[in-house]
């Protein structure tokens, strides 16, 4: 272990304030596992952290707008690109997307493939409770499970390149999304009692360290191969 | 598919739970971080903080108590009282609250919904709207709103209140019968189905429910969450009790 990681040690769980969201039970979900979470405010903490929470309440050109004022989009999506532990949660996982219905014009981070759309309103909009999630064998996270949501948008489809869990609230969308450290979770894992606590835990425990060889690259085709 | 929530209610009076009947004659309940604690560990799929003295003192719902909550449990919490700006809105986020519920300054100034829906997300804004049947003939609904904790009537129209809280970002209705609140009778099945034809956001029934039946026929009725209080605080139910017997009713539930 390097003397910059020593310095931080194994309790580093940053968060990234974007502006507006349930930090609080976040940090509280965190604590609960014995960890000491504590706000990042630069892009160089970002980059140094080994874990990264990028939590979601709000809008997602409000969070977009957060992200690139403070100069932090290009140390998020260096870390997502990397497959360092980082993890997403609800508007942090559309924010990783390309684009969003509720922002026509407004480029994401662009790390997943694909525009968040609205859900479909054969069912209520927000979809707030507790809904079941199906996960694909070999995941190293997500597990299928019954979670807590609160969103009005979603992906519809898993994205090339990303190990997707699925849910259904009318029509089919991306509960999850997972690939070496990085986890992407539509629901919120911290308001997930027992099943969200254990999900947390298997991310600090398992995923690959901060300075492994991830190499996110070779599991998706290169752009002149998908041709 | 989502199953209905089951969400147990904490009206907290300087820092202590209290419950009364038609938000009158309040005794004291317990410690909200105890009780919340308990309730997680029962199968509450949410829980709902109103500090029912905030209002008429002039002030936000206390922060102290919020956390206290907060660092218990990990479901999720709905925190309404006193809350008149976004600000207040947010400094309850940063206390602890995953969700904000508003009632008497939204129908003093109903844009505070569409303020906390644009910064937070409509998930985040909830209308606690407390409804009584009435006989005025300008609420063609047959219901009222009530403010200040059941207080004054205003005259406005609970169907209409509702259908213009949803349009203004509200994303949910914390909808409670001020006529059943604390009574036991059942929730009110009517105010539920003329809010429920209004709106297309999530309802939460709240007021009058004391057992699996009244919870059944609320959601029956159109409601998303059954709501109570007093019925777990008192120990007549546990949360998985309830749940088996919904379960065994025909109703969606998380186990």
Redesign the interface.
Known sequence: MSAARMATGPEDVGIVPTG??????VA??F??LGRTPRLLDSATGISSADYVVLPG???FA?GMAELRRRGWAEAVRGRVEQGRPTLAIC?GLQLLCEESEEAPGTAGLGCVPGRVVRLA?S??????????VAAPAGTVFLRSS?V?F???YGLEAGPAGWTAAMG??GSRFVAGLERGGVLACQF?P?????V??GLLKRWLDESPGAAAAFEPRAQRPTLAAAC | MLNVRVIPCLDVRDGRVVKGVRFDNLADQGDPARLARRYEREGADELVILDVSATAEGRVARFETVGRVRDEISIPLTVGGGVRTAEDAGALLEAGADRVAVNTAAVERPELLSEIATRFGAQCAVLALDGGATSDETCASGFEVLTHSGSRRTGVDAAEWSRQAAELGAGEILLTSFDRDGTRSGYDLALIGVIREAVPVPIVASGGGAHAGHMCAAVEAGADAVLAASIFHQGDWSIGRLKDRLQQLGVAVRR
């Open positions: 507006v969201a349930n930090l609080e039970a509280a979900a604590r609960r309440v709000g809008s409000g508007l309103e069912c209520r909009v927000p979809q707030l409770g507790w809904n079941r019954v807590y609160a969103n009005s259904r609230h919120h911290e308001l997930s009692g027992k969200g606590a």
